[in-house]
Structure formats: C-alpha cells, structure tokens
C-alpha cells in the first residue's frame, strides 16, 4: 500500500525528532536539541491540560449538571479552592483542599503502602527459608534473610559498631549495593529499549520513504 | 598505561560505536538465541489455564514514552487473551492511554465491532489507591459510562457488562507491575503481573508464587516481551528488536569493564 502525504509527513516528523534528541550526544546545547525538547514539553502539556479538562467535563461536571451525580459538586468545590492561592490574602482557604487531598490521600496510600513495602517483604524474607524445599532454595532464602536483616541494621543503627560486629554492616552494604546494582541493570536495559524504539522510526523513515518499502 | 589512555576516548566515538552497533541487528537480523524465563512460562501458563468466557481486568498504563518498552508485552497478551476467548475489561490508568490503547489493540488484530461483547474498554481515570478501591468495591460507583460514553447499563452497547458488577465478577487481573499491590489488598483474586523492565518490578517480588499466588508470573521490559512472543507464538516487534537489545547490552557491558580498567590503569599510573 502506498504511503500518503500524511504518513510520509508523520515518518519525516518521526526520524527528524529523534535526530534532532540524538544531536544532544554530539553537542549538549545545541538548537535542534532544545528546539526538540521545547516542542514535546509544549505539546506534551497542552495534552495533558486539555486530556484533563475533558476528563473532569464529562466525568463529573455532566453527572453533576444531569443529576445523576450531585455528591461531585464536593470535589469540584475542592478544586476550585485551589485557584485561591492566585488571590493574596486568601490563599489560606486552599489550605483546607491541601488537607482533605493529603489526608485521604495518605490515608488510603498507607493502607497499601504499610502492606506493600514493609509487611509482606518481611514476611516473604522468612516465609522463604521456611517454606523452601530444595537445599538451593534453602540456602538462597537464608542468604536472603541474613541479607535482609544487614541492610536493616545498616540503615536503623546510628551507633558505630566497631570489632566483629562491624561486618554486619558490611554485609548489609554489600546487599544494598547488589541490590541498587540490579536495579540499575533493569534501567540501563530500559533506556537501551527505548533507543531502539527511536533507532526504529529512524530506520522506518529510510525504509519507507526514500527506499519505499512497505510496512 | 594503555588502559589509563582508553579513558581518554572522546565519548562521541562510544555513542556512535553504540549506535552502529544497535543498527546493525535492526538491518541484519543476527538471531541471537533467546531462553524463555520461568516467570515469563508462568505468565501465560496462569493465562491458559482459565476456560474460554473468564473475565480479565487488564490495567493498562500506556505510557507513550514507555511504549517501546512495554508494547510487545501489550501485544502479545492482549492476543493471547481474545484467543483464549476471554471477556477483557481494559482500565486506562494513564492520561496517553486513551491513544495507545487503540494503537496496541489494533496492533493484536482486535475485531472493534465486538467492543462491548468481548471487551469494553473504561474511560481514563487517575487510579490511585482510593481510587482503586472504589472501582474495585464497585465499578459503577466509579465509572458510569465506557470511553465512548455509553452507559455501563446500556444493555444493547454493552452486554458485556450486564454480567460484571465488582471485583468478585473478575477472574483475573493483569495488573501494572507497579500496582499490583494494591489488587491484592482490595481483591485477593488472581494476578498475573506486565509493565517496564525498571524499578517497578521490585514490587512485584513480595506477592509473586507461581504455585499460590496472588501473582503467579509476570513480564516486565522488552527483553521479556520478547520472551513472550515466544512463549505465546505471537512473533513481534519484540523478538525483532531483541538482537538489538542483547548486542546492544553485551557491548555496553564490555564498554563499562574498559572504563573500569581505564580507572583502574590511571590510579596505578598515579602511584607510580
């Protein structure tokens, strides 16, 4: 199928965006770079302004206009209270949408948080040496354990151990950077994903106009 | 001192041997073997082991600026769920959501007149905790209408949701490797866990067992969507840019061992 002005236009616009990102490797300031980087931070902003003013059009200002939904009026009023910060001497009264948005908020973020990132780690790091059945599994749930247990007192001890005690600590950094180590890893081969996504619609451009190679 | 002088190579030479070096394998496809991992295995085991007619909720972020990352995982599952003949309910958490998903769907050869009888798709909403567990406790508490704003309630658009009324309808949940925890506090139900590569997957270690769950596998990152492409059959931009990703991987690995020797050279060449 041949490609029309728009798709032609779409790929230029594509392969010419990312040359112009990639310049920053050669040059850091250079025009085309920060001219690229002004033009997604402008659209990207003009999207996500009016993604989010339709949202609250047809989530909840109709419900509330139609009757099916009056309780919206409460945050609709909350997020008008906001705009008061523009006014001087009335901003204090943004400070009560501040508070019911923080409150609920942490509230209902806590519940989850408290279970996600300190229950169940803890209970997994000694659940794992129990329930382990292989004498692999065994010994790589105990490393974990112990390891569990060092980074712990490398970060909750503010008294210096000195003496054999002081390995602990040792070990628990040791964890710590194995651990940072990984993530690291995992975000090193996600920024190499997404500059093969880019290398693509580089390519994609060569390949499918100017050599005319179909998708 | 040679290895003190390969830390004086200017930096462009290193960015423009990384980027020949990932070219090639997107020009010439070198077909560097790929193993499938055992969470990936669990993913779509989890997937196939539910009968033709089970409900799946699919979180679905959709970052644009992730999409690279996350899409052939998107793809691949999305296909593997209709083959599956499941009904799929897709819950847009992201603001570009809205667009990717069309783009993503139409990618996994998605039949839009069944929109309502096979899937429906909600409208975007920011899903934080509260959030979730208003829709969960109660979808139509949240959501009134579909993305097309439709009535949940409108028999003739959506039969599909004639039938699903809260979490307890679900049978399965693909949730976001960073929001899992929050399905299986207010849930309890199946998990099976996709999403980037990076500092998301952390949070699904805690909750994943393959055997009894909540999550029973899951795939984070390109490098695992190629692993599943492979697993489910559907071949994609995955497994495509996998040469790429590993030559890509094994060159910046020897990049860093050079710049440490380098470091290394320099601080003997400093003593002596």
Same mark, same amino acid.
């Given at each position: 199928?041949?490609?029309? =002005?728009?798709?032609?236009?779409?790929?230029?616009?594509?392969?010419?965006? /990312?040359?112009?990102?990639?310049?920053?490797?050669?040059?850091?300031?250079?025009?085309?770079?920060?001219?690229?980087?002004? %033009?997604?931070?402008?659209?990207?902003?003009?999207?996500?302004?009016?993604?989010?003013?339709?949202?609250?059009?047809?989530?909840?200002?109709?419900?509330?206009?139609?009757?099916?939904?009056?309780?919206?009026?409460?945050?609709?009023?909350?997020?008008?209270?906001?705009?008061?910060?523009?006014?001087?001497?009335?901003?204090?009264?943004?400070?009560?949408? +501040?508070?019911?948005?923080?409150?609920?908020?942490?509230?209902?973020?806590?519940?989850?948080?408290?279970?996600?990132?300190?229950?169940?780690?803890?209970?997994?790091?000694?659940?794992?040496?129990?329930?382990?059945?292989?004498?692999?599994?065994?010994?790589?749930?105990?490393?974990?354990?112990?390891?569990?247990?060092?980074?712990?007192?490398?970060?909750?001890?503010?008294?210096?151990?000195?003496?054999?005690?002081?390995?602990?600590? *040792?070990?628990?950094?040791?964890?710590?950077?194995?651990?940072?180590? =990984?993530?690291?890893?995992?975000?090193?081969?996600?920024?190499?994903?997404?500059?093969?996504?880019?290398?693509?619609?580089?390519?994609?451009?060569?390949?499918?106009?100017?050599?005319?190679? /179909?998708? | 001192?040679?290895?003190?002088?390969?830390?004086?190579?200017?930096?462009?030479?290193? +960015?423009?041997?990384?980027?020949? %070096?990932?070219?090639?394998?997107? %020009?010439?496809?070198?077909?560097?073997?790929?193993?499938?991992?055992?969470?990936?295995?669990? +993913?779509?085991?989890?997937?196939?082991?539910?009968?033709?007619?089970?409900?799946?909720?699919?979180?679905? $972020?959709?970052?644009?600026?992730?999409?690279?990352? *996350?899409?052939?995982?998107?793809?691949?599952?999305?296909?593997?769920?209709?083959?599956?003949?499941?009904?799929?309910?897709?819950?847009?958490?992201?603001?570009?959501?809205?667009?990717?998903?069309?783009?993503?769907?139409?990618?996994?050869?998605?039949?839009? $007149?069944?929109?309502?009888?096979?899937?429906?798709?909600? &409208?975007?909403?920011?899903?934080?905790?509260?959030?979730?567990?208003?829709?969960?406790?109660?979808?139509?508490?949240?959501? =009134?209408?579909?993305?097309?704003?439709?009535?949940?309630?409108?028999?003739?658009?959506? &039969?599909?949701?004639?039938?699903?009324?809260?979490?307890?309808?679900?049978?399965?949940?693909?949730?976001?490797?960073?929001?899992?925890?929050?399905?299986? *506090?207010?849930?309890?139900?199946?998990?099976?866990?996709?999403?980037?590569?990076?500092?998301?997957?952390?949070?699904?270690?805690?909750?994943?067992?393959?055997?009894?769950? &909540?999550?029973?596998?899951?795939?984070?990152?390109? $490098?695992?969507?190629?692993?599943?492409?492979?697993?489910?059959?559907?071949?994609?931009?995955? %497994?495509?840019?996998?040469?790429?990703?590993?030559?890509?991987? =094994?060159?910046?690995?020897?990049?860093?061992?050079?710049?440490?020797?380098?470091?290394?050279?320099?601080?003997?060449?400093?003593?002596?």
């Amino acid at each position: 199928m041949a490609l029309t =002005i728009q798709d032609t236009m779409f790929l230029f616009i594509q392969m010419f965006m /990312v040359a112009c990102v990639w310049s920053y490797l050669y040059k850091t300031d250079n025009i085309f770079a920060r001219g690229a980087a002004q %033009i997604v931070i402008s659209i990207s902003t003009v999207h996500y302004f009016l993604n989010n003013l339709n949202r609250v059009y047809l989530q909840v200002l109709i419900p509330i206009m139609d009757g099916t939904r009056l309780i919206n009026i409460i945050p609709v009023l909350a997020g008008v209270l906001f705009y008061t910060r523009l006014w001087k001497g009335k901003g204090w009264i943004a400070s009560y949408s +501040y508070s019911l948005s923080l409150g609920i908020g942490m509230g209902s973020l806590f519940t989850t948080y408290v279970s996600t990132n300190l229950l169940n780690p803890i209970n997994r790091a000694i659940t794992q040496v129990t329930g382990a059945t292989t004498p692999f599994d065994q010994a790589s749930a105990l490393l974990a354990f112990i390891g569990t247990l060092c980074a712990l007192s490398y970060w909750l001890f503010t008294v210096e151990l000195k003496g054999p005690t002081r390995y602990i600590l *040792v070990f628990g950094r040791l964890f710590l950077m194995s651990s940072i180590g =990984i993530l690291y890893a995992q975000d090193v081969v996600w920024a190499q994903s997404l500059f093969i996504g880019a290398a693509d619609k580089f390519l994609k451009f060569f390949r499918m106009v100017l050599l005319g190679a /179909v998708a | 001192m040679a290895l003190a002088k390969l830390g004086k190579i200017d930096y462009r030479f290193i +960015y423009a041997f990384m980027t020949i %070096i990932t070219f090639i394998p997107l %020009i010439y496809p070198i077909g560097i073997p790929t193993t499938v991992g055992d969470n990936v295995k669990n +993913y779509v085991n989890k997937i196939e082991t539910y009968p033709a007619g089970s409900v799946a909720l699919t979180s679905f $972020s959709g970052y644009i600026t992730m999409l690279p990352d *996350v899409e052939p995982i998107y793809v691949a599952t999305y296909k593997l769920l209709f083959a599956r003949g499941f009904k799929v309910l897709i819950l847009l958490t992201d603001v570009d959501a809205p667009i990717v998903i069309t783009q993503v769907l139409n990618k996994a050869g998605v039949d839009w $007149s069944k929109e309502g009888i096979d899937f429906v798709i909600f &409208p975007y909403m920011s899903m934080d905790e509260a959030a979730h567990v208003v829709f969960t406790d109660n979808i139509r508490s949240y959501f =009134i209408n579909d993305w097309k704003l439709r009535s949940l309630d409108n028999a003739t658009n959506l &039969p599909l949701m004639q039938e699903i009324y809260d979490y307890t309808d679900f049978d399965l949940v693909v949730g976001s490797t960073g929001h899992v925890s929050r399905y299986n *506090v207010w849930c309890g139900i199946d998990i099976v866990a996709w999403g980037t590569g990076t500092g998301l997957l952390p949070f699904v270690g805690p909750f994943y067992d393959p055997i009894n769950g &909540p999550i029973y596998g899951y795939v984070g990152g390109a $490098s695992q969507g190629g692993e599943l492409e492979i697993a489910t059959g559907y071949l994609g931009d995955g %497994i495509k840019t996998n040469d790429a990703k590993n030559l890509g991987i =094994i060159t910046l690995c020897i990049i860093i061992i050079i710049g440490n020797l380098s470091m290394l050279g320099e601080k003997e060449g400093g003593k002596e």
